[in-house]
């Protein structure tokens, strides 16, 4: 029996930084490269457990601040937790509700020389913040992130990090970067305070930031890799610094890190990125994406994306894409799925989720295996010259 | 082989008019009494078509008024028809439009010695209205209400009525029964026009008129009785009457009635009322409320209705019903499903259809096996009042 939160490699790609590999945790195996479909309140928006068995998910999401909010970590923990009150039983990973803490503020306004000055007040300690719901106030510790989380029992947690604005500038991503590392160790001290029982049933995670400076970025990396957390993430990317900054943040990190860890970048999920992001060493990803843009209509194939709305699928008779394998497309043509999105009829956002997730689910399967027979560089090539050629402006 | 839309009966209760049947169609067996979930709009709102499936639908409804306007029955016939285009290879029931047409105009109101004055012209030749969509003119006909079924292919059409309030005067009920007579002639011989083997594919009901007077339901019995179609429905009950006097109206139909045709009454789906229509020998229904109320976070129990918002289901670990068998009640419990209404995530809607269509479809299926064993008077009995104790006021 390999231990738990075992991270095997099993192939590395020669031509670039790709790998596939297995992660174990309490309930399941996670084969990467992985995407993890974004379930924020407990539900991966309009689809059910049963569908993301079907198309194959490994390990979901599930976001700490708003279950902490709504309905609450100890309802939850009464009924025996993330995975029993939701009905799933594979691994499920959760944010440390820091991202959503500090997105909010931004909402708000941050200009590149002042601090937040809006909804949230951090100290060294914490933040305080308003929800979003009612406007009622919490505060948020790596103390406090590690016992919903906790109380939660989601197989990966994530420490609790700031999360600066891509805007913010070089002396507030320090000051933001430093805190995150306190309380990084805090929540790993916190985590540690649980049974040992506890500890191998969740993996604590650490995050890397430091915004948009190389040299921040690099910083983090060593500070985090010594912790020797079994598993790091990269936060604060994807926030708006743009794709040519987003992947040299990337390879500027993963030169100092445990080869031996899977490296997690977090809230990044379109197929180029995906690409990108394998071929430079990331294992996990995550995002909002394919579930937010089926419910606006909007479908992959692999010439790119479309919008159902468009008039000339009014008489198509075929599905999404031809020789798909979803439940979607073996049954529904998209004159169908057009006539439920224009009538906004329900079946129809969740006809299109499926198959957009299924689509980058087993964009995922196929690169492993093409990393498997040393293929990926080639791949990457064909699709992406493939998935630009029609893509509509959606 | 029996011949296409042949009905059979199979067992007769001793104590009451209730009977099990079968109706054969195109598509399929429809075992009676039957309830038909209704999909307006070519889609039982929020379930697939496989939802359906797993919950034993045998029939549902779609719309004429809906489908035709949009995406306009030529767009369906061209994508080889309603079963193909919708993915459902079971049988089908559309409506004639007749009564969206008029329950439009009863919104824009109606007294009890005018006519409509609003937004329908109806002459005797047929109905001018305005589109709800886009305001634009339309004009229904007997013969276009044929046409645009004939084009959607459904296995069960229904010929075009006038549906007076329920307020009308006498006066007016008389005018739009004999009205409707006179276009149930001129449906019967449209239909007639059709190919032979259309006909054999589509089978046209007639509807009984006459509002709340015993002596027009009578005189309109007897009348759609000589006509012979292959089913005959009821129209223009359960419109705001009141629960005493539909049934009083159901009586008074019932002995004028071929007892070999099957018997369908349009628009009645609770619990309560379809026990009591089964006694009275009613042998089809579709109504939206199952639908509707899943949509408010209403669910059935053998207690009752209940509302899933309500508070004491926040910490509750039990499924909608204890040991149903749907796919809701295998997997989730009240607290996960209570808060999925509570955050309108659209999983919940889907989720409480699935649990309210499998109660009603499972008390249809209890039904038929509580007449085969002469125990349906006792089973309604018991299950009435059973299913009043601790009903919720939803």
Chains 1, 2 share one sequence.
Not at 24 to 43: A, N
Request: charged share 30%.
């Amino acid at each position: 029996m390999p231990k738990m939160f075992e991270f095997k490699i099993h192939h590395k790609d020669k031509n670039s930084l790709a790998r596939t590999g297995t992660f174990k945790t309490p309930h399941g195996i996670i084969h990467t490269p992985v995407f993890m479909p974004v379930g924020t309140k407990g539900t991966v928006k309009t689809v059910s457990q049963d569908d993301l068995k079907k198309i194959d998910a490994e390990i979901i999401l599930a976001n700490t601040y708003h279950l902490y909010l709504r309905p609450g970590e100890k309802v939850i923990k009464k009924l025996g937790g993330l995975h029993k009150w939701m009905s799933w039983n594979r691994p499920i990973l959760t944010d440390s509700g820091g991202f959503q803490v500090f997105s909010l503020a931004q909402e708000k306004g941050l200009t590149k020389n002042t601090k937040f000055k809006t909804a949230i007040k951090i100290d060294e300690n914490g933040v305080e913040f308003k929800s979003h719901l009612d406007g009622s106030h919490h505060y948020f510790t790596p103390e406090k992130a590690m016992q919903i989380q906790h109380d939660l029992g989601a197989d990966i947690i994530m420490a609790f990090d700031e999360c600066a604005p891509a805007q913010s500038s070089k002396k507030y991503f320090k000051e933001a970067m430093i805190r995150t590392h306190n309380w990084l160790i805090r929540c790993k001290k916190e985590h540690e305070k649980f049974s040992k029982k506890s500890q191998k049933k969740q993996a604590l995670f650490g995050i890397i930031q430091g915004g948009t400076y190389k040299d921040l970025r690099e910083e983090s990396a060593k500070f985090v890799n010594k912790l020797d957390f079994p598993g790091i993430a990269i936060g604060g990317l994807s926030v708006g610094e743009g794709k040519h900054t987003m992947l040299k943040m990337i390879e500027k990190v993963t030169p100092h890190m445990d080869k031996n860890k899977p490296l997690y970048l977090m809230g990044v999920g379109t197929p180029e990125d995906l690409l990108e992001c394998i071929d430079r060493g990331i294992d996990m990803f995550d995002c909002v994406h394919p579930t937010r843009m089926s419910r606006h209509g909007a479908f992959f194939t692999e010439h790119g994306r479309f919008s159902i709305k468009n008039t000339r699928f009014k008489t198509d008779k075929f599905p999404l894409q031809k020789n798909c394998k979803c439940e979607t497309c073996k049954s529904y043509c998209r004159s169908y799925l057009r006539h439920l999105i224009s009538e906004n009829e329900i079946l129809g956002l969740r006809l299109i989720t499926i198959h957009n997730l299924h689509f980058l689910l087993n964009l995922m399967r196929t690169i492993q295996k093409e990393i498997k027979e040393n293929n990926f560089t080639k791949f990457k090539r064909n699709f992406l010259r493939k998935f630009k050629s029609k893509n509509e402006k959606i």
